[in-house]
């Protein structure tokens, strides 16, 4: 049922027009006036995440082209006439879209550029929408290469890639490229909220917003989301009922757990993370939200007033400003680091919530080590002391035997500069906190 349903949504809502595709203007704009314009590029590369319209654009480019409103392309295509029809419905013979994940060897290719060279059955343009490109063998690229450097009059190639960087250079540099950007947060609720209310169902800010915050930028995943949230919620729908669905941790949960670590208070932390198991959260999704809260905590002690580079609309202001003032840039930033350091080892652990635990109960400990300063002050005297022995043999230097310091520095800090120094102290700090 939920199958059919997601198709409907799905269809009933890709774009039609340019006007319609969310969050890519700087893209539709361009697209608009090199047609107005009458200069047409025969090769365009669309790269960017999956989902965020790079076939839509594709088939509406094709549409614009072939129109039959007007005697020319024209960026407005009417979306009634027999051509704009049969590209709607995917059944134009002269618009292909080939899938390059299972077209991806050189037999395809060939056949393509066989078939390329007789004129349009009946549109103005053949068009070749080849999705996933990056997926071609290298010999498919280089026979597609030949016919990328002189391709018929009548022939408009769209290539779309999630991956460009595996896209040969000889083939990117001969198309023109667009980056499809994420669909930011805003832009998302409101297409979200659009798409809610024609469909009868009540939403509030708050449950769009995760929503649109789960999606990570792609429309389709919003889409199919919001389908799942309303298949479980019927027309009313309620942040409580999104979060239980979506795996959504409280933004008060995530505040307690921030405040444990950097109030050094393991016990806190063993309990939030109990709760959150016996509730049946996804602890992978909670990770993350951690790291991108403190991540804000350290975009705020950075800059104050940089309100609009913290990602996450949903959490108290107020209360991440009182956190982060009464913390440290570099206590944030070792924590931080650490915590990103940990991300990967808890997702390859085959016990990721004792990773986890491992991993936030660490953290916490950072408060209760000597200050950053405190090591600095140590190693500038360290760097002072060794100045004065600065011909000697390290063997000779029995200063150092005295020290907490590492050998490895004892017999490289006389010939220091002062901004090694600085490093080397904070490899010291870093150090006893990792380890
Ligand atoms: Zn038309």
């Known amino acids: 049922m939920q199958q059919e349903h ?33 200069r047409i590029a025969q090769a365009f590369l669309f790269r960017g995440i999956r989902g965020i319209g790079k076939t839509s654009a594709a088939r509406i480019l094709a549409k614009a082209l072939n129109c039959r409103q007007s005697e020319a392309p024209t960026a407005d295509p009417c979306n009634r006439c027999d051509a704009c029809l049969s590209i709607k419905n995917g059944n134009a013979a002269d618009v292909m879209e080939i899938d390059g994940a299972s077209n991806r060897k050189i037999e395809h290719i060939r056949e393509l550029r066989e078939n390329i060279k007789f004129a ?58 667009f980056s499809f950007r994420r669909i930011g947060l805003h832009d998302m609720s409101l297409a979200l909220h659009k798409i809610a209310e024609s469909e009868g ?38 942040p409580e009922k999104v979060s239980e669905i979506l795996g959504v941790v409280s933004s008060e949960s995530i505040q307690e757990l921030t405040a444990a670590i950097l109030a050094d208070d393991p016990e806190t932390i063993l309990h939030v993370i109990h709760s959150l198991v016996r509730q049946g959260h996804d602890l992978e999704q909670f990770y993350k939200d951690i790291l991108e809260y403190i991540r804000n905590l350290l975009v705020l002690k950075i800059s104050p007033k940089a309100e609009r580079l913290l990602d996450n609309a949903t959490m108290g202001l107020e209360v991440m400003r009182r956190q982060s003032d009464s913390h440290s840039l570099q ?8 915590l990103l350091h940990a991300e990967a080892d808890i ?18 400990r950072i408060n209760s080590l000597e200050s950053f300063d405190d090591v600095w002050q140590q190693v500038q ?28 520095f004892r017999t490289t800090i006389p010939s220091m500069s002062l901004e090694e120094l600085a490093e080397t102290a904070c490899e010291i700090f870093e150090g006893h906190v990792l380890s």
Request: charged share 25%; hydrophobic share 35%.
């Open 201 to 238: 169902i009540q939403i509030d800010d708050q449950s769009l917003l995760y929503i649109a915050k789960r999606s990570e930028g792609s429309m389709r995943d919003a889409q199919s989301l919001l389908e799942q949230v309303i298949s479980y919620c019927g027309t009313e729908v309620s």
């Open 381 to 408: 005297r360290l760097g002072e002391q060794f100045s004065v022995f600065e011909h000697c043999l390290p063997q000779e230097l029995s200063v150092c035997d005295e020290t907490t310091v590492e050998p490895h």
């Open 347 to 364: 997702k390859r652990s085959a016990s990721s919530r004792f990773s986890m635990e491992m991993a936030l109960l660490q953290a916490c």
């Open 120 to 177: 349009p059955a009946t549109l103005r343009y053949k068009v070749y929408i080849i999705d996933e490109v990056h997926m071609l063998t290298r010999e498919a690229f280089n026979a597609l290469l030949k016919t990328l450097e002189e391709p018929p009059k009548h022939v408009v190639f769209v290539l779309a890639t999630t991956d460009d960087h595996k896209v040969p250079i000889t083939i990117s540099s001969r198309c023109q490229r």
């Open 331 to 338: 206590e944030l930033r070792t924590i931080f680091k650490y």
């Open 6 to 38: 997601y198709e409907v949504i799905a269809r009933k809502w890709r774009p039609q027009s340019f006007d319609d595709l969310i969050g890519q203007e700087h893209i539709t704009e361009t697209l608009k006036n090199e047609i107005q314009s009458g």
